[in-house]
Nanobody, 115 residues
Framework: QVRLVESGGGLVQAGGSLRLSCAGAGIIFSRNAVAWYRQALAKQRELVAHITSGGSLIYADAVKGRFTISRDNAKNTAYLQMNSLKPEDTAVYYC?????????WGQGTQVTVSS
């Protein structure tokens, strides 16, 4: 059974930083694509960052230069380092893993950026 658990969210002032973690069980991150999505209140879920099994990276334009996605294969954990946070980054952040033709999601972690 695949399980993804996000952590690291919280309340931060604009300009601050947070690092989100996504710990996986039942699926090997290094063999699959891992992504971070976010969903703000009353908005659709959107892609934030994506890392392929080969290590290629994709970022949404809104976060380029501020966020960094990474993966620790030994810990089977993915990270999202978020710097220079803005109030518009406020959302629930979700980890997603694509593997074996299926999409797996974590429960989400709330990030709130105050102005």
């Amino acid at each position: 059974q695949v399980r993804l658990v996000e952590s690291g969210g919280g309340l931060v002032q604009a300009g601050g930083s947070l690092r989100l973690s996504c710990a996986g069980a039942g699926i090997i991150f290094s063999r699959n694509a891992v992504a971070w999505y976010r969903q703000a209140l009353a908005k659709q879920r959107e892609l934030v960052a994506h890392i392929t099994s080969g290590g290629s990276l994709i970022y949404a334009d809104a976060v380029k230069g501020r966020f960094t996605i990474s993966r620790d294969n030994a810990k089977n954990t993915a990270y999202l380092q978020m710097n220079s946070l803005k109030p518009e980054d406020t959302a629930v952040y979700y980890c997603q893993v694509l593997g074996c033709g299926a999409s797996y999601w974590g429960q989400g972690t709330q990030v709130t950026v105050s102005s």
